[in-house]
């Protein structure tokens, strides 16, 4: 079974500047997560997508973040514009329920983001 | 409101030594509690996970946890290390009531050294 695969694997941008990054689930997973995971600390859920609905996107800073998950599958993370403290790895997990208890969630290798 | 306390942010242990990293939770409900590994520029991996059945929890690669509701602790312990577990170790909390927002919240991650 093929795993979660995220592109590009790292990217390095000016400040300012845009950037998206780009998440396959795995095939049949209804639940698709976004996470930032800052040096040193633990990752931070920004936005949880059950099909192609937002279930939760409390801490997504959405004055630059947004996020999209077109026919209930790949999902793009996008960026505008970019600022220093952004420099984080992005995570990106599925799971197969739509109820808590089916909810292993499974990582992607995740995006490496450098803002300089 | 959950999260989760994993005390040392690094550990180094003797190649055959005990393994030995600490997590505890807070929770309003009974939750359900996990481990991650991250081994470096990879995505995280699912150790074990307690869901409310045995509390003696046995995972993969002979790691084992135990959730103690009295001391709201869920270690994570192997009895011998092997120099391939040098990883970063994440401890996670979810609450398995919310249905749909079966949001995961990590601790800050313990990064274990394994010494010949």
């Known amino acids: 079974e093929a795993g979660v695969a995220q592109s590009p694997r790292y990217k390095i941008i000016e400040k300012r500047q845009s950037v998206a990054f780009w998440c396959n689930p795995i095939?049949?997973?209804?639940?698709l997560y976004w996470y930032q995971q800052i040096l040193g600390q633990g990752p931070k859920l920004l936005i949880q997508f059950q099909n192609n609905g937002v279930v939760d996107d409390s801490q997504l800073p959405k004055d630059r973040f947004s996020a999209e998950r077109l026919k209930g599958v790949d999902s793009t993370l996008k960026i505008q514009p970019a600022k220093l403290e952004d420099s984080a790895v992005y995570l990106c997990?599925?799971?197969?329920?739509?109820?808590?208890?089916?909810?292993?969630?499974?990582f992607g290798p995740g995006t490496r983001l450098t803002v300089l | 409101a959950q999260s989760v306390t994993q005390l040392g942010s690094h550990v180094s242990v003797s190649e055959g030594a005990l393994v030995l990293l600490r997590c505890n939770y807070s929770s309003s409900v009974p939750p359900y509690l996990f481990w991650y590994v991250q081994y470096p520029n990879q995505g995280l991996q699912l150790l074990l996970k307690y869901t409310s059945a045995a509390t003696l929890v046995k995972g993969i690669n002979g790691f084992e946890a135990e959730f103690k509701k009295s001391e709201t602790s869920f270690h994570l312990t192997k009895p011998s290390a092997h120099m391939s577990d040098a990883a970063e170790y994440f401890c996670a909390v979810r609450n398995p009531y919310t249905g749909t927002a079966s949001k995961l919240t990590f601790g800050t991650g313990t990064r274990l050294q394994v010494t010949l």
């Open positions: 997990a599925s799971s197969l329920g739509v109820v808590a208890s089916e909810g292993e969630q499974f």
């Open positions: 095939s049949g997973h209804a639940t």
